[in-house]
Nanobody
């Protein structure tokens, strides 16, 4: 079974940067996708970024486009989310989640289709 371990959250001032890591294991297919989903206080979960192993394609939510970068280190089986120019509204719990098998990245811009979830890591952006 796919297992995901997110880390790297913390407290940062607005304008600062953080890098989140998601250690992934247990994939049974060469086609998989990993997403970063955040839950801000009082709001629904939002897919901020996702990556498809099928063709290396990525997705960014409009709210983070140009500020966040998703990347992978296959040797370490880890997916990163580099977050720059952080804003107060980036505060929330960040989860990494995955789909193991053929998928459509278009569908994975919503959090519902993700089958496997790691525990969240808290990101707090202060003024």
């Amino acid at each position: 079974e796919v297992q995901l371990q997110a880390s790297g959250g913390g407290l940062v001032q607005a304008g600062g940067s953080l890098r989140l890591s998601c250690a992934a294991s247990g994939f049974t297919s060469d086609d998989y996708a990993i997403g970063w989903i955040r839950q801000a206080p009082g709001k629904d979960r939002e897919v901020v970024s996702c990556f498809s192993s099928t063709d290396g394609s990525t997705y960014y939510a409009p709210s983070v486009e140009g500020r966040f970068t998703i990347s992978t280190d296959n040797a370490k089986s880890t997916v990163y989310l580099e977050m720059n120019s952080l804003k107060l509204e980036d505060t929330g719990v960040y989860f990494c989640a995955a789909v193991d098998g053929p998928h459509s990245l278009r569908i994975l811009t919503r959090w519902g289709p993700y089958d496997f979830w790691g525990q969240g890591t808290q990101v707090t952006v202060s003024s």
